[in-house]
């Protein structure tokens, strides 16, 4: 299901939105496996004390989590299947993480088939919920009645056609296409090579995630040059993917912004209530994020102290 936190249709009214861009901020990610690395030789003695201590709390968590018996796969199934990458929220988070926690449990087979079934869903979800910004191409005709698309190559094709997918994530799904094709359908030559096939897919699956949904990973809507965070061009506010599946869950923030985390564990956005008439371009952006003052950031006290200024509500970004 796509939602977000915000209802942003009452964005374009603000007199002083040329001052201010969305910035995403809720995202999924999972760096458990680099925990469990062996440290490097070049490390001083307290880095690696430090490492093995960290290391012997991820693996008492996995006892947890999976249990003790086969402590050793489950152990080695993590590391092998490395960090899940950064990706925005959507649909496909718990679906990923139901896969990869198959394979990290042995259980090959269903991880194959989930890494397979949720790279199809995806491709399913962006025509479906994009394809009414296209109703002018010459594939609409052919999508617009349908309730689901199982041969990836034409799915490939009409997101590629309507510059959806980001640079290098058709060929991801291709290749996960024809590692599909034969392990979902009858083969037997893949009991020989289950747990190999498994991990693939999953990589390909964590690779088209990260490139289409990532956060750092240059997709062409972010502005450059703003360490630690990322900010939606201008031109890129009405792209139909940017409109679905980001702005939706961004807050809508000037250069001074800050973020504070609410008693119910969620972030939410701390701005001024007036940046003024001015129209920045994503490069002045950029620049007076990367050189704001610290004392400038917003923050609750400031709130508190001077609420006519300084008014989280008044640009529309409040957590529900």
């Known amino acids: ?11 374009a009214k603000l007199a002083d939105r040329g001052a201010r861009r969305y910035h995403p901020f809720s995202f999924d990610f999972d760096s458990t ?5 062996d440290p490097e030789e070049h490390w001083d003695e307290q880095a690696k004390n ?8 991820v693996v008492e968590r996995l006892k947890v989590e999976h249990g003790v018996r086969n402590i050793a796969m489950i152990t080695q199934n993590t590391i092998d299947l490395g960090p899940k990458s950064m990706s925005l929220l959507s649909y496909h988070n718990m679906l990923h993480e139901q896969a990869r926690r198959s394979f990290v449990t042995g259980a090959y087979y269903p991880a194959l088939v989930a890494a397979c079934a949720l790279g199809e869903r995806i491709l399913n979800h962006l025509i479906l919920d994009l394809r009414d910004s296209f109703k002018a191409s010459p594939h609409y005709k052919k999508v617009y009645r349908k309730d689901s698309f199982d041969y990836w190559p034409f799915a490939v094709t009409v997101l590629m056609d309507w510059k959806v997918l980001v640079n290098g994530v058709e060929a991801d799904f291709l290749a996960l296409s024809d590692l599909r094709n034969r392990s979902i359908h009858f083969n037997p030559d893949t009991y020989r090579s289950l747990r190999e096939d498994a991990l693939t897919a999953l990589h390909r699956l964590d690779k088209i995630i990260a490139k289409q949904f990532g956060y750092f990973g240059r997709q062409p809507w972010f502005i450059e040059n703003t360490p630690g965070a990322q900010f939606i061009k201008r031109d890129y506010e009405t792209d139909p993917f940017v409109r679905t599946y980001i702005i939706p869950r961004s807050g809508f923030v000037g250069p001074l912004y800050g973020m504070e985390l609410t008693s119910e564990g969620h972030w ?19 620049t007076r994020v990367r050189e704001r003052d610290p004392k400038k950031v917003v923050s609750r006290e400031m709130i508190e102290q001077n609420p006519k200024t300084v008014d989280r509500p008044a640009v529309g970004d409040r957590v529900s």
């Open 1 to 11: 299901m796509i939602g977000g936190v915000y209802d942003y249709n009452e964005h």
């Open 33 to 37: 496996p680099m925990n469990l690395k």
């Open 50 to 57: 430090n490492h093995a201590n960290s290391r012997a709390q």
């Open 268 to 286: 939410r956005h701390l701005d001024y209530a007036d940046y003024g008439d001015e129209e920045l371009a994503d490069e002045a952006f950029a």
